[in-house]
């Protein structure tokens, strides 16, 4: 059974810090990386996706992977209450025979002004 | 361009009927792949179509059936709906270039489905 772990949270952090959210997999041969944002009643929205190891960077968004970990975070700089949602880590297994990704059950942030 | 949209927003069915939800792909674009979200889940992946053909199945039961059409927009049929099967349903469209690409997928707007 291919897993994607999050820690549910909610993370809680004030307005302007940096929020760091993490995601652990078990198939070591998983080759995507993927964070969606998912607001409340709304469909998951891509963020970033990220393919190797090291930081991606996007805006307001860093992407990190550690393949040898099994590792992949997303880092919110200056976080802002309209970031307050649920944040769904997915990735995409290796020779799954077809593209679809296994998703986390994300981390809810809550940005506090 | 045009997004991925969905049909019927929200539905709501009884025990034992059927359903049949719509996706339209994001324009150029030529796989749909469906996932059920189940409150406070993470979506779990039910099929994927490419080139109106099912290019992949999750761990759902046959009672959960699909195809695609040539313009690459897509169905998803439940029949014998079960309490469970009450969730978010949503379509990611996406192009692949050929059967194991990874390409980003796209989200619609989901089908709420409530069985009672």
């Known amino acids: 059974q291919k897993e994607v772990e999050q820690n549910s949270g909610p993370l809680s952090v004030p307005e302007g810090a940096i929020a760091s959210l993490n995601c652990t997999y078990s198939?070591?041969?998983?080759?995507?990386f993927f964070w969606y944002r998912q607001y409340s009643g709304k469909s998951p929205e891509l963020i970033m996706f990220?393919?190797?190891?090291g930081d991606k960077e996007d805006g307001r968004f860093t992407a990190q992977l550690n393949k040898a970990s099994q590792y992949v975070s997303l880092l919110i700089r200056d976080s802002q209450p309209s970031d307050s949602a649920t944040y769904l880590c997915?990735?995409?297994?290796?020779?799954?025979?077809?593209?679809?990704?296994?998703f986390g059950k994300g981390t809810m942030l809550l940005v506090s002004p | 361009e045009t997004g991925v949209t969905q049909s019927p927003t929200h539905l709501i069915k009884t025990r034992g009927q059927q359903v049949t939800l719509r996706c339209s792909s994001q324009?150029?674009?030529?796989?749909v792949s469906w996932y059920q979200q189940a409150l406070g889940q993470g979506p779990q992946f039910i099929f994927q179509?490419?080139?109106?053909?099912?290019?992949g199945r999750g761990n759902f039961p046959p009672r959960f059936s699909g195809l695609q059409f040539p313009n690459y927009s897509s169905e998803l049929n439940v029949n014998a709906l079960e309490l469970d099967d009450s969730a978010l349903y949503l379509c990611?469209?996406?192009?692949?270039?050929?059967?194991?690409?990874?390409?980003?997928?796209?989200f619609g707007p989901g089908t709420r489905l409530t069985v009672l």
């Open positions: 990611a469209s996406s192009l692949l270039r050929d059967r194991l690409s990874s390409d980003e997928q796209f």
């Open positions: 198939d070591r041969g998983s080759q995507s």
């Open positions: 990220i393919y190797s190891n």
């Open positions: 997915a990735v995409k297994p290796m020779n799954s025979g077809y593209s679809t990704l296994t």
């Open positions: 324009s150029g674009h030529n796989t």
């Open positions: 179509y490419y080139r109106e053909e099912e290019n």
